[in-house]
């Protein structure tokens, strides 16, 4: 995957739990832990918008594009 995901370390970072932040955001723990490990094939721009205001930071600070 070109596509790495580190909504984990930003959750370190903040100090949050992610069943606090799928509750933040209105989205399930299950649908939060499948963006975590990066098994989703997208994700609504609204969606990410209240992870990005619950935890003060930028799109770019949760995603990474690595090259294979």
Do not use: H, W
Not at 15 to 42: H, P, Y
Request: glycine share 8%; net charge positive; charged share 30%.
């Amino acid at each position: 995957m070109a596509i790495v995901v580190n909504l984990d370390v930003m959750l370190a970072k903040r100090k949050v739990r992610g069943k606090d932040l799928a509750e933040a955001v209105g989205i399930t723990e299950q649908n939060l832990s499948l963006l975590r490990t990066g098994k989703v094939k997208g994700v609504r721009f609204s969606t990410l918008e209240r992870i990005c205001q619950e935890l003060d930071c930028q799109p770019g600070d949760l995603f990474e594009y690595v090259k294979e």
